[in-house]
């Protein structure tokens, strides 16, 4: 093997240890004394003094084996001690047990160290026991969850609900509950986190057991253990469904070794001697350097040595590698020697001195040592590093992270060391996301955040959108607030150190100019960065085989960092490319087969229908070919898929699942110890070539494409070539001819965005808990001390109990007050939030491109869609209110982008995935509830916004008309009949879970929307009907079952004996009824803007709609205004659930129906809306005095109703409803009142015989043909909108003919 960095190129060859014969002309070489003063220095005996320097024998390269095995002796008894420890039991290397001490489900790392729980409470021991004298275990805590960690005996007997310390002589420290188990259990410790070490003490000459949690202990937590005959002491835990540990008995060097207490399994003491005596004579080497001319040594740093090929040092460091390189190969020696020796460096000195040396060592490695030896330390080195990354306590400077990070970086820096670890380590052996994690402190006090943010600070009310406002801060508060916000500052700094150095490491990974000795570093890590990808979006529902997505939050921002870095670069090298503020995904991506989506769902369906179904389109638009041969193919792959067995590793655990037991981890689990392989097999999606277009293709655009893997691509199927666009190919010609950078980076940019989808969004909400808590506690504080401000001072009882909940309350706010810091500055900060906003600008860049291409946008995959709702969302409800959105550039054109993306998609006909329609229609409702976002739905071009509006008025029956009601409910609401509320009245006093909510914005009314669609309405003879029949269907199914479920609810209620009402029905029936007040304001708002539609009947449907539409009104207004009917006994009972089931919300929907049809429209329209209503024989005018408070009067033999019985009346709610709006209530009520005795006296009685057969409610006015039955106009024309056939023969309806007895019976008599 040859290195680079020296300078020359040596071959291993040249420098083996020489023959006899050959030694004495190497040692000609420099001055015989020169070399032995050289060699003295270099292989000095650790006993020799500078009274030896005289007597010590001559060293030359002959003699020097004998001296060198004599510097690395080791005396046979101090090995064979460590054979036999006094006072243990078993093997001595000690591992879990997973033959036959355990119960329930666990996996195991290969490594058998590394354990998660598949089951309720699984339990395993270790293989080895002690009996007498002082040992010591760690276990690595990966997930925070319920676990008991401890000692049991060989007799204990466990199970799926006991554990250890839940039986005799087993005990157990739980850090989740913070308490120690032995049968009994009380209050001990401190709470772990994800992250911690707690060791496990156990002193059986005291009979004592304690625990530490981060070298800190925790005091003893059990005292007279059981001691003699047949008593020995396990190492054991218990844990619960997907937690997970790693256990160090002494393999590996105790992070907090403990005095007095051996590990379970000791130290290889001497080949850790060995290794140290060979790492100082490697170190005095680093240390001088030869000088022949002059005869002499010179001190030299170690980073300022330099390999020259000087026979003399590397025959000496021949020597020093021939013994040190098998002491590499060793787990421990590895850890405690040579990563301590490169920590050192790296504490020592500047970055760019510990960088020099650190590469000189590694160059020393490959010239010296067998590659798989190399490879082998290698793989060991970066395990230790991840290991003392990941467990590092945090301390207020970030300063262990610090070390490690920049040690990570110095090895990664050497080319030769990168592209082995990235090609077999970083993401085969190890989880290296890990590096790139910044893990938040669960206890502030111990990471320093005390010192760090002394003064802490709260807000008092969140100023989000739809709550009240933020009270003016006094002065002492603004002082605090400043101070707190300057600790904050100083957090985020650190934070931002560490944050640098991990973008620093991803820089390394994506080089793409050391492309020197094979693939360059990028496209090694593309490959690995894809099985990434592809693991965690084939995996979902298998949380231990996920990145957790605290890991994924970090990964993503770092990569964004470190991709823009890089695509800023290239632009500035190729001035024609684009700035990375303009990137976004070129379509042909999606479609061209070279990247691989997996199994993730296309816009349009399934990968394999598109490219049969959109074979000419590719053909015609992008020039490229579907294989039929390779198509069947892959279309037979995919239908077979499922059914492949499995290998035999992967079954393993399945079967293992069915009986129970402790399986080793085929591949290790994210919350296990990150040291095993994964082997996945990578699927490639493509299968596609280029053909003949049917137009002309120039020369160098006729190339072939080749189906490859992941793992088979090079630089060249990727970047392209004169001859191949790389990930390009394909075209089409609404893009650009120009590429906007390096094909490698957008694969990148394409990987970062299905991140987000995986599972950074998910997280991105989980975080804002902690900000939740503040509020919560905030505000109980401020409860507590308005009591202790009212409460009288003669109680001195209820004033003690105060102030200590006031004291409980302040402690917990300064601890969430600091986390909430740490959150702020590591996950919400400002350079967070840019991320994020510009990922949101990819995604609709990217869509909008896709969008050109017509139906190849189908091929796009439907996360870009979801990251661009989602990202949106985020930004808006997740970083605030620390940081806005409004203060991001191009905010208000953003908002446009993405408003003209959902106004076009909801009802694309090329989207066919119901979530992501479903997604698209709530992210519509939830845009226009907001006033910024609103005005940005107004800005995008009109003829989108009609189209839009009308895609909203098609037919609800084919499609959610939920949701497309709300959207239209949010364009008028703030503009009907007391419709300005933003929560009901009757709820005022209660607590919303989420003042954000977007049913709980203050209105805010779109006139320009409601124009388009009144314009809509008025355009076509077939729009209006068909749209308002829908809603009229709707609401009377809405309501319907509304009733039906109250009724049930109200029989359950009388019972006698105790039952509960499923919370589910409960929560079904205050949705129909929330239905029902929406389609009803809808109709409030067609009425209003287009009145012609129900009142002008010149036109063929406005009765039959303005009957419909009396008849639901009537029905509505019976149920609900009742005296002591079935909704007022419901709404009495103020059932948990039914919150928003009142008289006021449906009553005041109706009375502005009513109000717009007989006040406000044209004499001609009230005539014929006047004669509807009373025709109707379900209308009552009691139902009408009702709403104004006049009760309606008891019947005949009734008792009188209470006399403290409070009715409802609009007139009692006059912050909600105006004056005029309610003398227009009175106007409507004197006019019903006038038009309903007049009719009473002009009816004529009318025979049975005479009335319609079907309502019975109007006189028969229409006859059938040609079968000549008969009905009344209303019947036959709302039957017709269905069905065909007659009412009572079933002959199919030709025409429908006026009908009047008296002239029928004229013209027979004439006939005759």
């Given at each position: 093997?040859?290195?680079?960095?020296?300078?020359?190129?040596?071959?291993?060859?040249?420098?083996?240890?020489?023959?006899?014969?050959?030694?004495?002309?190497?040692?000609?070489?420099?001055?015989?004394?020169?070399?032995?003063?050289?060699?003295?220095?270099?292989?000095?005996?650790?006993?020799?003094?500078?009274?030896?320097?005289?007597?010590?024998?001559?060293?030359?390269?002959?003699?020097?084996?004998?001296?060198?095995?004599?510097?690395?002796?080791?005396?046979?008894?101090?090995?064979?001690?460590?054979?036999?420890?006094?006072?243990?039991?078993?093997?001595?290397?000690?591992?879990?047990?997973?033959?036959?001490?355990?119960?329930?489900?666990?996996?195991?790392?290969?490594?058998?160290?590394?354990?998660?729980?598949?089951?309720?409470?699984?339990?395993?021991?270790?293989?080895?026991?002690?009996?007498?004298?002082?040992?010591?275990?760690?276990?690595?805590?990966?997930?925070?969850?319920?676990?008991?960690?401890?000692?049991?005996?060989?007799?204990?007997?466990?199970?799926?609900?006991?554990?250890?310390?839940?039986?005799?002589?087993?005990?157990?420290?739980?850090?989740?509950?913070?308490?120690?188990?032995?049968?009994?259990?009380?209050?001990?410790?401190?709470?772990?986190?994800?992250?911690?070490?707690?060791?496990?003490?156990?002193?059986?000459?005291?009979?004592?057991?304690?625990?530490?949690?981060?070298?800190?202990?925790?005091?003893?937590?059990?005292?007279?253990?059981?001691?003699?005959?047949?008593?020995?002491?396990?190492?054991?835990i218990s844990l619960s469904f997907k937690e997970s540990v790693a256990f160090n008995f002494g393999s590996r060097?105790?992070?907090?070794?403990?005095?007095?207490?051996?590990?379970?399994?000791?130290?290889?003491?001497?080949?850790?001697?060995?290794?140290?005596?060979?790492?100082?004579?490697?170190?005095?080497?680093?240390?001088?350097?030869?000088?022949?001319?002059?005869?002499?040594?010179?001190?030299?740093?170690?980073?300022?040595?330099?390999?020259?090929?000087?026979?003399?040092?590397?025959?000496?460091?021949?020597?020093?590698?021939?013994?040190?390189?098998?002491?590499?190969?060793?787990?421990?020696?590895?850890?405690?020697?040579?990563?301590?020796?490169?920590?050192?460096?790296?504490?020592?000195?500047?970055?760019?001195?510990?960088?020099?040396?650190?590469?000189?060592?590694?160059?020393?490695?490959?010239?010296?040592?067998?590659?798989?030896?190399?490879?082998?330390?290698?793989?060991?080195?970066?395990?230790?590093?991840?290991?003392?990354?990941?467990?590092?306590?945090?301390?207020?400077?970030?300063?262990?992270?610090?070390?490690?990070?920049?040690?990570?970086?110095?090895?990664?820096?050497?080319?030769?060391?990168?592209?082995?670890?990235?090609?077999?380590?970083?993401?085969?052996?190890?989880?290296?996301?890990?590096?790139?994690?910044?893990?938040?402190?669960?206890?502030?006090?111990?990471?320093?955040?005390?010192?760090?943010?002394?003064?802490?600070?709260?807000?008092?009310?969140?100023?989000?959108?739809?709550?009240?406002?933020?009270?003016?801060?006094?002065?002492?508060?603004?002082?605090?607030?400043?101070?707190?916000?300057?600790?904050?500052?100083?957090?985020?700094?650190?934070?931002?150190?560490?944050?640098?150095?991990?973008?620093?490491?991803?820089?390394?990974?994506?080089?793409?100019?050391?492309?020197?000795?094979?693939?360059?570093?990028?496209?090694?890590?593309?490959?690995?960065?894809?099985?990434?990808?592809?693991?965690?979006?084939?995996?979902?529902?298998?949380?231990?085989?996920?990145?957790?997505?605290?890991?994924?939050?970090?990964?993503?921002?770092?990569?964004?960092?470190?991709?823009?870095?890089?695509?800023?670069?290239?632009?500035?090298?190729?001035?024609?490319?684009?700035?990375?503020?303009?990137?976004?995904?070129?379509?042909?991506?999606?479609?061209?087969?070279?990247?691989?989506?997996?199994?993730?769902?296309?816009?349009?369906?399934?990968?394999?229908?598109?490219?049969?179904?959109?074979?000419?389109?590719?053909?015609?638009?992008?020039?490229?070919?579907?294989?039929?041969?390779?198509?069947?193919?892959?279309?037979?792959?995919?239908?077979?898929?499922?059914?492949?067995?499995?290998?035999?590793?992967?079954?393993?655990?399945?079967?293992?699942?069915?009986?129970?037991?402790?399986?080793?981890?085929?591949?290790?689990?994210?919350?296990?110890?990150?040291?095993?392989?994964?082997?996945?097999?990578?699927?490639?999606?493509?299968?596609?070539?280029?053909?003949?277009?049917?137009?002309?293709?120039?020369?160098?655009?006729?190339?072939?494409?080749?189906?490859?893997?992941?793992?088979?691509?090079?630089?060249?199927?990727?970047?392209?070539?004169?001859?191949?666009?790389?990930?390009?190919?394909?075209?089409?010609?609404?893009?650009?001819?120009?590429?906007?950078?390096?094909?490698?980076?957008?694969?990148?940019?394409?990987?970062?965005?299905?991140?987000?989808?995986?599972?950074?969004?998910?997280?991105?909400?989980?975080?804002?808990?902690?900000?939740?808590?503040?509020?919560?506690?905030?505000?109980?504080?401020?409860?507590?001390?308005?009591?202790?401000?009212?409460?009288?001072?003669?109680?001195?009882?209820?004033?003690?109990?105060?102030?200590?909940?006031?004291?409980?309350?302040?402690?917990?706010?300064?601890?969430?007050?600091?986390?909430?810091?740490?959150?702020?500055?590591?996950?919400?900060?400002q350079e967070k939030m840019q991320d994020i906003y510009w990922l949101l600008r990819v995604c609709l860049r990217?869509?909008?491109?896709?969008?050109?291409?017509?139906?190849?946008?189908?091929?796009?995959?439907?996360?870009?869609?979801?990251?661009?709702?989602?990202?949106?969302?985020?930004?808006?409800?997740?970083?605030?209110?620390?940081?806005?959105?409004?203060?991001?550039?191009?905010?208000?054109?953003?908002?446009?982008?993405?408003?003209?993306?959902?106004?076009?998609?909801?009802?694309?006909?090329?989207?066919?995935?119901?979530?992501?329609?479903?997604?698209?229609?709530?992210?519509?409702?939830?845009?226009?509830?907001?006033?910024?976002?609103?005005?940005?739905?107004?800005?995008?071009?009109?003829?989108?916004?009609?189209?839009?509006?009308?895609?909203?008025?098609?037919?609800?029956?084919?499609?959610?008309?939920?949701?497309?009601?709300?959207?239209?409910?949010?364009?008028?609401?703030?503009?009907?009949?007391?419709?300005?509320?933003?929560?009901?009245?009757?709820?005022?006093?209660?607590?919303?879970?989420?003042?954000?909510?977007?049913?709980?914005?203050?209105?805010?009314?779109?006139?320009?929307?409601?124009?388009?669609?009144?314009?809509?309405?008025?355009?076509?003879?077939?729009?209006?009907?068909?749209?308002?029949?829908?809603?009229?269907?709707?609401?009377?199914?809405?309501?319907?079952?509304?009733?039906?479920?109250?009724?049930?609810?109200?029989?359950?209620?009388?019972?006698?004996?105790?039952?509960?009402?499923?919370?589910?029905?409960?929560?079904?029936?205050?949705?129909?009824?929330?239905?029902?007040?929406?389609?009803?304001?809808?109709?409030?708002?067609?009425?209003?803007?287009?009145?012609?539609?129900?009142?002008?009947?010149?036109?063929?449907?406005?009765?039959?709609?303005?009957?419909?539409?009396?008849?639901?009104?009537?029905?509505?207004?019976?149920?609900?205004?009742?005296?002591?009917?079935?909704?007022?006994?419901?709404?009495?009972?103020?059932?948990?659930?039914?919150?928003?089931?009142?008289?006021?919300?449906?009553?005041?929907?109706?009375?502005?129906?009513?109000?717009?049809?007989?006040?406000?429209?044209?004499?001609?329209?009230?005539?014929?809306?006047?004669?509807?209503?009373?025709?109707?024989?379900?209308?009552?005018?009691?139902?009408?005095?009702?709403?104004?408070?006049?009760?309606?009067?008891?019947?005949?033999?009734?008792?009188?109703?209470?006399?403290?019985?409070?009715?409802?009346?609009?007139?009692?709610?006059?912050?909600?409803?105006?004056?005029?709006?309610?003398?227009?209530?009175?106007?409507?009520?004197?006019?019903?009142?006038?038009?309903?005795?007049?009719?009473?006296?002009?009816?004529?009685?009318?025979?049975?015989?005479?009335?319609?057969?079907?309502?019975?409610?109007?006189?028969?006015?229409?006859?059938?043909?040609?079968?000549?039955?008969?009905?009344?106009?209303?019947?036959?024309?709302?039957?017709?909108?269905?069905?065909?056939?007659?009412?009572?023969?079933?002959?199919?309806?030709?025409?429908?003919?006026?009908?009047?007895?008296?002239?029928?019976?004229?013209?027979?008599?004439?006939?005759?």
């Amino acid at each position: 093997m040859a290195s680079k960095e020296g300078g020359m190129a040596f071959s291993r060859k040249s420098y083996k240890l020489t023959s006899d014969a050959e030694r004495s002309r190497v040692t000609g070489i420099v001055h015989e004394k020169l070399l032995s003063d050289y060699l003295h220095r270099v292989f000095a005996s650790p006993d020799q003094g500078p009274a030896a320097a005289t007597s010590r024998k001559p060293l030359n390269f002959q003699n020097l084996p004998e001296h060198l095995d004599q510097l690395l002796h080791v005396d046979e008894e101090e090995e064979e001690s460590q054979e036999q420890a006094e006072g243990r039991l078993g093997p001595s290397t000690v591992v879990l047990d997973h033959t036959g001490g355990f119960e329930g489900l666990l996996l195991v790392d290969d490594d058998l160290l590394g354990v998660i729980g598949h089951s309720n409470f699984g339990t395993i021991r270790s293989t080895t026991c002690v009996y007498k004298g002082k040992w010591i275990y760690e276990v690595l805590i990966s997930s925070q969850g319920l676990m008991q960690i401890g000692w049991c005996t060989i007799n204990c007997r466990f199970n799926q609900e006991e554990g250890v310390g839940d039986t005799h002589n087993s005990y157990a420290y739980d850090g989740n509950r913070v308490r120690k188990w032995n049968v009994t259990t009380t209050n001990y410790g401190k709470a772990w986190a994800s992250g911690d070490i707690v060791s496990c003490l156990i002193d059986l000459d005291e009979g004592t057991l304690s625990f530490s949690l981060n070298g800190v202990s925790l005091g003893t937590a059990f005292e007279n253990l059981s001691r003699g005959l047949g008593m020995a002491y396990f190492p054991a835990i218990s844990l619960s469904f997907k937690e997970s540990v790693a256990f160090n008995f002494g393999s590996r060097p105790l992070r907090y070794p403990v005095a007095g207490y051996r590990p379970l399994q000791d130290p290889p003491s001497a080949s850790l001697v060995r290794a140290q005596r060979l790492l100082g004579c490697f170190q005095a080497v680093l240390s001088m350097e030869l000088d022949p001319v002059e005869g002499r040594l010179v001190e030299k740093e170690s980073s300022e040595w330099q390999l020259q090929g000087q026979p003399t040092i590397l025959l000496t460091l021949a020597h020093i590698f021939h013994h040190f390189a098998s002491l590499l190969c060793e787990v421990y020696v590895v850890e405690a020697v040579l990563m301590s020796f490169l920590l050192g460096v790296v504490e020592a000195g500047p970055p760019e001195q510990a960088q020099t040396v650190v590469h000189h060592v590694l160059d020393l490695l490959w010239l010296f040592m067998e590659d798989y030896e190399v490879q082998d330390c290698l793989k060991q080195l970066m395990m230790s590093l991840l290991r003392l990354y990941r467990f590092s306590p945090i301390v207020p400077d970030l300063s262990l992270q610090i070390h490690y990070l920049r040690l990570t970086i110095a090895i990664l820096s050497h080319e030769k060391s990168r592209k082995f670890l990235l090609s077999n380590v970083l993401f085969d052996v190890l989880r290296s996301i890990v590096f790139f994690y910044i893990k938040s402190p669960l206890r502030v006090e111990e990471a320093g955040l005390q010192e760090l943010i002394p003064t802490t600070w709260w807000p008092h009310r969140s100023p989000r959108e739809g709550k009240e406002e933020v009270r003016e801060e006094t002065s002492e508060e603004r002082l605090r607030r400043r101070a707190y916000e300057r600790g904050c500052q100083r957090l985020k700094k650190r934070i931002e150190v560490v944050e640098e150095l991990q973008v620093q490491i991803l820089k390394l990974l994506l080089n793409n100019k050391d492309d020197n000795g094979g693939e360059a570093s990028r496209y090694i890590f593309l490959t690995k960065f894809r099985k990434f990808l592809q693991e965690n979006a084939s995996g979902r529902g298998n949380t231990p085989m996920l990145c957790p997505p605290e890991y994924m939050v970090c990964f993503l921002h770092r990569l964004i960092s470190a991709l823009r870095f890089y695509w800023d670069e290239y632009k500035a090298s190729n001035p024609r490319t684009s700035f990375s503020e303009e990137a976004y995904v070129p379509p042909q991506i999606f479609y061209n087969g070279k990247v691989d989506y997996f199994d993730l769902q296309r816009l349009g369906g399934l990968l394999s229908h598109l490219r049969k179904t959109l074979k000419d389109d590719l053909a015609s638009k992008a020039n490229i070919l579907i294989d039929p041969l390779e198509l069947q193919a892959t279309t037979m792959d995919d239908l077979d898929e499922d059914e492949e067995p499995a290998p035999a590793a992967a079954q393993r655990p399945m079967q293992a699942l069915a009986v129970g037991g402790a399986l080793p981890l085929p591949r290790p689990g994210w919350l296990s110890s990150p040291t095993l392989g994964r082997a996945n097999r990578f699927l490639s999606t493509a299968a596609v070539s280029l053909m003949t277009p049917r137009r002309p293709l120039s020369a160098s655009e006729k190339v072939k494409v080749r189906t490859l893997s992941a793992e088979q691509r090079t630089r060249e199927d990727i970047e392209g070539s004169q001859w191949n666009e790389g990930l390009l190919v394909g075209r089409p010609p609404e893009e650009p001819e120009q590429p906007l950078t390096e094909n490698s980076l957008l694969e990148v940019l394409d990987g970062a965005v299905m991140m987000y989808s995986l599972s950074v969004h998910q997280q991105l909400g989980k975080m804002v808990g902690v900000s939740d808590d503040v509020n919560e506690y905030a505000m109980a504080l401020r409860d507590t001390e308005d009591k202790l401000r009212r409460c009288p001072k003669r109680r001195k009882d209820i004033l003690a109990e105060l102030s200590k909940s006031q004291k409980v309350f302040s402690e917990k706010l300064d601890h969430l007050s600091r986390r909430l810091a740490w959150v702020h500055a590591a996950v919400y900060s400002q350079e967070k939030m840019q991320d994020i906003y510009w990922l949101l600008r990819v995604c609709l860049r990217t869509i909008e491109h896709g969008d050109r291409t017509g139906s190849l946008f189908a091929f796009m995959p439907e996360f870009y869609l979801s990251v661009a709702i989602n990202s949106y969302s985020a930004l808006k409800n997740y970083f605030g209110p620390v940081h806005s959105m409004e203060e991001l550039p191009g905010y208000e054109e953003t908002l446009t982008r993405l408003a003209a993306i959902l106004a076009k998609h909801f009802a694309d006909t090329r989207i066919v995935g119901t979530d992501i329609r479903d997604s698209l229609m709530q992210a519509l409702a939830s845009y226009v509830c907001y006033p910024n976002s609103l005005r940005a739905v107004e800005r995008i071009p009109e003829e989108q916004r009609i189209a839009m509006v009308r895609n909203l008025l098609a037919p609800y029956e084919q499609r959610p008309w939920a949701q497309t009601n709300w959207i239209l409910v949010r364009l008028w609401r703030g503009c009907g009949f007391g419709y300005r509320y933003t929560r009901l009245p009757h709820l005022l006093k209660t607590k919303p879970e989420d003042a954000n909510l977007p049913s709980l914005q203050k209105p805010c009314p779109s006139t320009l929307l409601q124009q388009h669609m009144a314009d809509l309405l008025r355009e076509g003879p077939d729009v209006a009907p068909s749209f308002l029949n829908s809603v009229l269907n709707q609401l009377n199914w809405a309501f319907s079952e509304f009733i039906g479920m109250i009724q049930e609810i109200q029989q359950a209620a009388e019972r006698l004996e105790r039952n509960y009402v499923d919370s589910r029905q409960l929560k079904v029936c205050a949705t129909c009824f929330d239905l029902s007040v929406s389609l009803l304001r809808v109709l409030e708002m067609t009425i209003t803007l287009v009145p012609e539609i129900f009142l002008d009947w010149a036109r063929p449907t406005s009765e039959m709609l303005l009957r419909r539409l009396a008849q639901l009104l009537n029905q509505v207004l019976n149920r609900v205004t009742a005296e002591r009917n079935l909704f007022d006994r419901v709404v009495t009972l103020r059932l948990p659930g039914l919150e928003s089931v009142d008289h006021y919300p449906i009553l005041v929907a109706v009375t502005g129906i009513l109000v717009r049809l007989l006040v406000h429209g044209p004499a001609s329209g009230t005539e014929r809306a006047t004669s509807v209503l009373l025709a109707d024989p379900c209308f009552q005018l009691r139902s009408i005095s009702y709403l104004l408070g006049q009760p309606e009067p008891p019947a005949p033999g009734t008792a009188l109703p209470a006399p403290d019985r409070k009715h409802f009346s609009l007139q009692s709610y006059t912050d909600y409803i105006s004056m005029e709006e309610l003398a227009q209530v009175e106007q409507m009520l004197a006019h019903l009142t006038s038009a309903s005795a007049q009719a009473a006296a002009a009816s004529l009685p009318t025979s049975e015989e005479d009335l319609c057969p079907i309502c019975y409610a109007h006189p028969i006015s229409a006859v059938f043909q040609p079968c000549g039955h008969k009905s009344c106009k209303a019947c036959i024309d709302q039957h017709l909108m269905n069905n065909k056939d007659c009412f009572f023969c079933k002959a199919t309806i030709v025409s429908v003919e006026d009908w009047d007895k008296a002239a029928h019976a004229s013209a027979t008599s004439s006939a005759a």
